[in-house]
T-cell receptor, first 112, second 105 residues
Framework: NAGVTQTPKFRVLKTGQSMTLLCAQD?????MYWYRQDPGMGLRLIHY???????AKGEVPDGYNVSRLKKQNFLLGLESAAPSQTSVYFC???????????FGDGTRLSIL | SQQGEEDPQALSIQEGENATMNCSYK?????LQWYRQNSGRGLVHLIL?????REKHSGRLRVTLDTSKKSSSLLITASRAADTASYFC?????FGAGTRLTVKP
């Protein structure tokens, strides 16, 4: 049982490049989340999804887009990467109504 | 802005001592959760306490909740070097910035 798997684990981009981060969960969870974690700031919610085909904005959505075409996958896209998006990105999933979240091990993204 | 704020930001203790971390939050909650994060890894859920509970235990963990003060505390008893990690509280509004706990052998 893999839980939550994030791909890739590390990536370096140049300013202006685009990329997609993939999150996959095998627990049949309805809810999925994307966070970014920066030093001293904890986790900030970027976007989340309450079910297949749905997405919603979180605390810091600007510069990111998401898609949830399949229940088990949640994709985070950066259309034009900026140095301010250098961060560690975490995906999580859970059952509805604020149940405990299960996290992946993160994607470390550097934008030069 | 984050709902949960932890205090202290960092805590260093000797193995065998107890560690207490505090969390304050801003709005009404149905439950509050505590998570642990080891260096370079994702967060792991430790314990959930509902708004109608005042105290909850899980192994060496004890969590208290005071909804009148909008605060919670996490106590780790008889700490071990393996408890070295960051600890976060979380409510429906989000995660706090965490307490970095170092347990020295």
């Amino acid at each position: 049982n893999a839980g939550v798997t994030q791909t890739p684990k590390f990536r370096v981009l140049k300013t202006g490049q685009s990329m997609t981060l993939l999150c996959a969960q095998d627990m049949n969870h309805e809810y999925m989340y994307w966070y970014r974690q920066d030093p001293g700031m904890g986790l900030r919610l970027i976007h989340y999804s309450v079910g297949e085909g749905t997405t919603a904005k979180g605390e810091v959505p600007d510069g990111y887009n998401v898609s949830r075409l399949k229940k088990q996958n949640f994709l985070l896209g950066l259309e034009s990467a900026a140095p301010s998006q250098t961060s560690v990105y975490f995906c999580a999933s859970s059952y509805p109504d604020w149940q405990p979240q299960h996290f992946g091990d993160g994607t470390r993204l550097s934008i030069l | 802005s984050q709902q949960g704020e932890e205090d202290p930001q960092a805590l260093s203790i000797q193995e065998g001592e107890n560690a207490t971390m505090n969390c304050s939050y801003k709005t009404s909650i149905n439950n509050l959760q505590w998570y642990r994060q080891n260096s370079g890894r994702g967060l792991v859920h430790l314990i959930l306490i509902r708004s109608n509970e005042r105290e909850k235990h899980s192994g060496r963990l004890r969590v208290t909740l005071d909804t009148s003060k909008k605060s919670s505390s996490l106590l780790i008893t008889a700490s071990r070097a393996a408890d070295t990690a960051s600890y976060f509280c979380a409510t429906v509004g989000g995660f706090g910035a965490g307490t970095r706990l170092t347990v020295k052998p």
